[in-house]
């Protein structure tokens, strides 16, 4: 069985949370000032991002970094 990387649990959980703010990636990109494709590869587990960047997307989702790793174990 193959083991989920952190940035597939971390992709899931921002695609989770876009969802509920009933937001597309090209929105939800636009509105945290980040590329479309870029984001679009942090959701799909494809990037390791910086601080900086998961820092915006926190802002976006309007929730802190604690809730948003919470989950993620």
Avoid: H, W
Wanted: overall charge positive.
């Amino acid at each position: 069985m193959k083991k989920v990387s952190i940035t597939e649990l971390f992709g899931s959980r921002i695609k989770e949370l876009r969802l509920q703010t009933g937001l597309s990636q090209e929105k939800f990109s636009l509105q945290i000032g980040m590329d479309r494709t870029y984001y679009a590869s942090v959701e799909a587990g494809k990037r390791n991002i910086s601080i900086c960047n998961i820092k915006k997307i926190a802002d976006g989702l309007q929730i802190s970094l604690s809730d948003l790793f919470e989950p993620i174990r």
